[in-house]
């Protein structure tokens, strides 16, 4: 399956809110996991030196970085921490202002 057609494919199912909003929340969950693990990197430490410096398991880290956890802002602070960084918050309205 080529990528154009799975491109249309998936831009054909966001019509459909159930979809939309899953997919959505799964891009964020995955976008999420990609930063810390691209952070970690930057950082030169493995995934079993957060793990220790966070108190948990490898594969827990692991499981974070490729976004197969629902997390706690109380797990993504502490995995910053641990990576020497600090968790920052943005919240844009996606609502438009009016006159």
Known sequence: MKLRK??????????????????NEE?????LAHQLAH??????????????RMGVSPQLVSRIETGNLNLT???????????????VFSLRSKLRKTA
């Open 73 to 87: 802002i109380g797990t993504i602070f502490r995995y910053a921490k641990s990576v020497g960084s600090e968790l």
């Open 6 to 23: 799975v491109s249309h494919d998936i831009e054909k199912e966001l019509k459909n809110h159930e979809f939309a909003k899953v997919y």
């Open 39 to 52: 952070t970690r990197e930057k950082a030169h430490l493995s995934q079993t030196m957060v793990a220790k």
């Open 27 to 31: 891009l964020i969950k995955l976008t």
